[in-house]
């Protein structure tokens, strides 16, 4: 079994920049690659970023190439985001998820809004 725990959310104004953390308990994360997602009021939980197991490969989804990057520390068990000059259009509820060989996992989410 895995748990994921997202922090690091909050309220910013737009160009302002927040640090998500994702820590995870009950495997090592070295073995698996990871990602972010968000969902906005109403839409679909989409994609944001993925990082691989060493943290050698990222990928970005083009709304936040840039501006967001993706980074782990797997003797901290922990995946995070840096997310820089957000815009209104980030304000969704972030989730981290990881690939494991026993299936995928989710964490409970993590509210970032931004205003104009």
């Known amino acids: 079994q895995v748990q994921l725990v997202e922090s690091g959310g909050g309220f910013v104004q737009a160009g302002g920049s927040l640090r998500l953390s994702c820590a995870a308990s009950?495997?090592?994360?070295?073995?698996?690659?990871m990602g972010w997602f968000r969902q906005a009021p109403g839409k679909e939980r989409d994609f944001v970023a993925a990082i691989s197991r060493s943290g050698g490969n990222t990928q970005y989804t083009d709304s936040v190439k840039g501006r967001f990057f993706i980074s782990r520390d797997n003797a901290k068990n922990t995946m995070y985001l840096q997310m820089n000059g957000l815009k209104p259009e980030d304000t969704a509820v972030y989730y981290c998820?990881?690939?494991?060989?026993?299936?995928?996992?989710w964490g409970q989410g993590t509210q970032v809004t931004v205003s104009s």
């Open positions: 998820r990881i690939w494991t060989s026993i299936g995928d996992y």
């Open positions: 009950g495997r090592t994360l070295t073995n698996y690659a």
